[in-house]
């Protein structure tokens, strides 16, 4: 039987022991009339660790984010947002088709930042010809940024310059404990300057479904309003609540060694030749390395015969570490990851 190292997301993880045993356990009620107690607690918890008043649950990082939108604003408005952020490219243009909300793309540069003053120009004005500013959305840490992060005060500036404007900021944090760990700060230092946030459960964090969305109690009334809307009201959806409890209590601080793998694994790969990638660009769990565009397909394609699972295309691909994957696993993975472009090469 092949070996198998998955590294083409955080997202294959398959649910821990404890999480089974408390998704078994978990005491259920009908979320939809708001009585299921293992909801609330998570709910609960979630609000506290991002310092925000409420929070609701919600199946996915993409229905939170739509959710979000939709709560902060209304049809014909303009969402300010990333060129490469995932809710303009990976969440299928939802804000346009169900909430006629134009999206304004500005640039992300290396790790997903934004220059300040690409906001600023990017807020309209009265002039009746144009779209109104509805939102900001900012993103940490920033997925195609290669797992790139915003520092408390970096998140700050970039709020601050909407609400001078009088326009709110959601954050996309679906991995926002990556962001918080890696900077060795508490998630809510990175979520106070922001008006809501979304945090998934699933990426990281190991459960097997769900996100979270927080903000203050009347905003998070209103996004359940969405949320049905959207058909995300689910019934006793406790049993997947309780996994999200155990993610919070025991798959936080323990995200420092996905980190310390991801920058073994870039360390390894900067020593192959063929392949490109700077280690020092790594600060979570995700990475980013080049290959020749010729054979990238081909090149993936070898390394998932023997096992090695990673994503991409056009010589551009990805590798994401988990809670499935040790530092045996990654010395393992760049053998095969070494042998293969060693045979690649030799045939170019």
């Known amino acids: 039987m092949t070996r198998v190292v998955e590294l083409r997301s955080d997202t294959f993880t398959r649910p821990t022991e404890a999480m089974r045993r408390a998704m078994y356990e978990a005491e259920v009620g009908d979320d939809v009339w708001n009585e299921d107690p293992t909801v609330h607690r998570l709910e609960e918890m979630a609000a506290e660790c991002t310092g925000k008043e409420a929070a609701v649950f919600v199946t996915s990082g993409t229905q939170g984010n739509l959710t979000a939108i939709l709560s902060h604003t209304r049809s014909g408005q303009e969402i300010i947002l990333g060129n490469r952020s995932h809710i303009f490219v990976n969440e299928a243009g939802g804000a346009a088709a169900l909430g ?15 220059n300040p003053d690409d906001i600023r120009n990017a807020i309209r004005g009265t ?3 144009h779209p109104p500013t509805g939102l900001l959305a900012l993103e940490n840490s920033h997925n195609a940024g290669g797992g790139g992060v915003m520092s408390p005060e970096e ?3 970039l709020a601050g310059i909407a609400h001078q404007a009088g326009v709110p900021v959601h ?3 679906a991995r926002l404990f990556n ?12 979520t106070a300057p922001v008006d809501s946030v979304t945090f998934c459960l699933s990426k990281g964090l190991g459960s097997p479904v769900g996100s979270i969305l927080c903000g203050t109690s009347e905003y998070i009334e209103q996004a359940r309003r969405w949320r049905k809307m959207l058909g995300g009201g689910t019934r006793q959806v406790g049993i997947l609540a309780a996994a999200g409890i155990v993610s919070l209590t025991e798959m936080v601080d323990r995200l420092v060694e996905d980190h310390a793998n991801a920058r073994q694994l870039a360390e390894g790969l900067a020593a192959i030749k063929g ?20 054979f990238a397909s081909t090149f ?12 991409g295309g056009g010589g551009h691909l990805r590798a994401v570490t988990s809670y499935e ?6 010395e393992y993975a760049l053998a095969i990851i070494n042998q293969v472009a060693g045979a690649e090469l030799a045939v170019a």
């Open 300 to 311: 993936v394609e070898r390394l998932a015969e023997r096992g090695v699972r990673v994503s």
């Open 155 to 157: 998140t700050a500036l």
């Open 127 to 129: 002039d009746i010809h």
């Open 275 to 294: 392949i490109d990638i700077d280690p020092d660009s790594v600060v979570t769990n995700i990475l980013f390395f080049d290959v020749a565009p010729d």
């Open 179 to 190: 962001a918080a760990v890696a900077q060795g700060v508490p998630a809510a230092a990175l």
């Open 325 to 330: 994957v040790n530092r045996d696993d990654i």
């Open 171 to 173: 954050l996309d944090g």
């Open 100 to 114: 006629g909300v134009q999206t304004r793309p500005v640039t992300n540069g290396p790790g997903g930042r934004i």
